[in-house]
């Protein structure tokens, strides 16, 4: 289960990267996405299709768009999330 873990925290990382264009250095575990990470809401967009696609889940808007918009979207917790479907 370790192992999985730690994929998902990582393809977490790489997507959030890309999606921000920013270095996976400074994606750390509490970093959030919208105060820390400078998203925006196209990159929300961005990133929630390509964990649909990588994960194979559907994320409904209001899963993903209540944490963004609470400013509690934070990586770790969206790793745990994605956790939580498997």
Not at 41 to 65: A, M, P, Q, V
Not at 68 to 85: D, E, P, Y
């Amino acid at each position: 289960m370790e192992a999985v873990s730690e994929k998902v925290e990582t393809t977490v990382t790489e997507i959030i990267s890309r999606s921000l264009r920013i270095d996976v250095g400074k994606i750390v575990a509490q970093a959030r996405l919208f105060v820390d990470l400078d998203a925006e809401s196209l990159d929300l967009l961005d990133i929630r299709y390509e964990i649909e696609n990588k994960f194979g889940i559907k994320i409904s808007d209001n899963e993903i768009t209540e944490r963004a918009l609470a400013g509690i979207l934070l990586r770790k917790k969206l790793v745990n999330f994605l956790q939580s479907k498997e």
